[in-house]
């Protein structure tokens, strides 16, 4: 395993010392690629993840490594201190023996009545009523629950994400390993028929969103990041949202338990 590609995030800290990182690890045996990575090196914090997810296509062959240069580092758990414990273990660790972690993806169908488009994310997608306005929405699982509901916001996360977004709405955080995905509203509109639906989060298997009124004011986020590029939201009809058959392989190298990890993130060791 000696190709790597970088990613990194832009600002100042990071960017001093990227070429120094680079040049160890070409040092040390390793070969800097632009594609068909054996894994790829993310420097930042847990944003410059989700971004290098993206980047190289949720590729589930390749092990994300990610040395933390931001605060809080739930997704990139090696510190920039440990840059040259890192190199050894990765240059004298066999590839099958590496501690690694998989992290669920959530996988999006959209449809627009004619043609469908599938995106990826590993933390939540969220639709949003341009200036907190309202969207009418189905929401439908496959246990047979249905329910039509009028809202500003609704988040659906991965296990992954009910750490972040998800938990600012009340959510659970839950085991990332388990194939389940949160469902929340914010800022919904109330009636005597939803106020009791709408006051807790669903954690369900899979989702199946129509959409009924969109009032010209849909927007659509994937792990914070707009779609507009490869979807075009004012035509879009329905989206199926499930737990993938993707996941990340991301080096653990702390060999931390998550929940562990979450817990000294949060309130300290």
Do not use: H, W
Request: charged fraction near 25%; include cysteine.
């Amino acid at each position: 395993m000696k190709k790597f590609i970088v990613i990194n995030n832009d600002y100042e800290r990071t960017r001093k010392v990227v070429d120094y990182i680079i040049f160890q690890f070409e040092k040390a045996g390793f070969e800097k690629v632009n594609e068909n990575p054996d894994f790829v090196l993310i420097l930042g914090g847990d944003g410059t993840f989700l971004d290098a997810c993206k980047a190289v296509n949720y590729d589930s062959k390749i092990l994300y490594v990610g040395i933390n240069f931001g605060n809080l580092g739930y997704l990139l758990d090696i510190s920039n201190t440990q840059i040259e414990e890192l190199i050894e273990y990765l240059s004298k660790t066999p590839e099958d023996e590496l501690k690694v972690e998989y992290i669920n993806l959530l996988e999006a169908t959209f449809y627009d009545g004619k043609n469908s488009k599938v995106l990826y994310a590993t933390n939540e997608i969220m639709l949003l009523g341009k200036r907190l306005s309202r969207i009418d929405l189905q929401i439908s699982t496959d246990n047979g629950f249905s329910q039509k509901v009028s809202t500003s916001n609704l988040i659906v996360s991965t296990s992954t994400g009910s750490t972040g977004i998800n938990k600012s709405n009340g959510g659970p955080i839950m085991l990332f390993e388990y194939p389940i995905l949160i469902a929340s509203l914010n800022l919904a509109i109330q009636n005597s028929r939803t106020q009791n639906f709408i006051s807790n989060p669903l954690i369900y298997s899979n989702f199946y969103i129509e959409i009924l009124n969109r009032y010209n004011n849909l927007e659509i986020s994937m792990d914070n990041k707009g779609i507009e590029d490869v979807i075009d939201v004012t035509n879009l009809k329905s989206i199926n949202l499930k737990v993938s058959n993707k996941k990340i392989k991301k080096l653990n190298f702390s060999s931390q338990e998550r929940g562990a990890k979450i817990k000294e993130k949060m309130i300290g060791k």
